[in-house]
């Protein structure tokens, strides 16, 4: 089946540093890319939708200078955390639609630390 | 856009019991409602889903049903086990490759022996 590999499980950074963030498709195109952020006890938020060669698309409240997202291939899929503090402590988790088949594969989840 | 709401958000049962999770979602065209088993540290995992044109789906000790008049699906699971405790996510959207899916609230479901 669809696989979504995505890198690194988890970091710790320190406060005032860059983190990315990579999400890759195995053995399919992902043209679209969902980013989702997860806060301890609460659901999966839609951050931003990533779209092939295009700029990403971000959900109501979400910084876009903050939150980097560069989708450069068919395959590869990147959010960069920019200048993190101890608040973008998440878990962040990248979602790629099956089209035709139907339903969405999900990474595997990145747990980010900002000390 | 989508809103998906789901209760309880805590449910503790008996070993062997049946637990229902309840979800509404306000999107018409959203037409795809999976539900996600989620245990801690780890990602979302899919067990199962239902698509509009199917009322009820059902595998094993899970099923699932959809009543899109009232835009609201439930998860049911069966003679339930420990194992079964996690958070248990449902989830819509329009299936369609621009369109993302939306999460419920999350359901704690603790099961005891």
């Known amino acids: 089946g669809a696989v979504v590999s995505q890198h690194p499980s988890r970091v710790i950074c320190k406060s005032g540093t860059s983190v990315k963030i990579e999400c890759r498709s195995l053995?399919?195109?992902?043209?679209?890319m969902f980013w989702y952020r997860q806060f301890p006890k609460q659901s999966l938020m839609l951050m931003a939708t990533?779209?092939?060669?295009?700029?990403?698309?971000?959900e109501q409240g979400v910084e876009k200078d903050k939150f980097l997202i560069n989708h450069a291939s068919l395959t590869l899929s990147t959010l960069t955390v920019t200048s993190a503090h101890p608040e973008d402590s998440s878990f962040y988790i990248c979602?790629?639609?099956?089209?035709?088949?139907?339903?969405?594969?999900f990474g595997s989840g990145t747990r980010l630390t900002v000390v | 856009g989508e809103n998906v709401e789901q209760h309880p958000s805590t449910l503790s049962v008996q070993e062997g019991d049946s637990a229902v999770i309840k979800c509404t979602y306000s999107d018409s065209a959203s037409n795809y409602f999976p539900w996600y088993k989620q245990e801690l540290g780890k990602g979302p995992q899919l067990i199962i889903d239902?698509?509009?044109?199917?009322g009820e789906k059902k595998d094993q000790r899970i099923a699932v049903t959809l009543n899109k008049t009232a835009k609201h699906f439930s998860l049911h699971i069966t003679e339930t086990q420990p194992e079964d405790s996690a958070v248990y996510f449902c989830?819509?959207?329009?299936?369609?490759?621009?369109?993302?899916?939306?999460f419920g609230k999350g359901t704690t479901l603790s099961v005891s022996s």
């Open positions: 979602s790629a639609p099956q089209g035709a088949r139907g339903g969405y594969t």
């Open positions: 053995d399919f195109q992902a043209t679209t």
């Open positions: 989830a819509a959207s329009a299936n369609q490759a621009g369109t993302a899916l939306i």
């Open positions: 990533s779209n092939e060669g295009s700029k990403a698309t971000y």
């Open positions: 239902i698509r509009s044109n199917v």
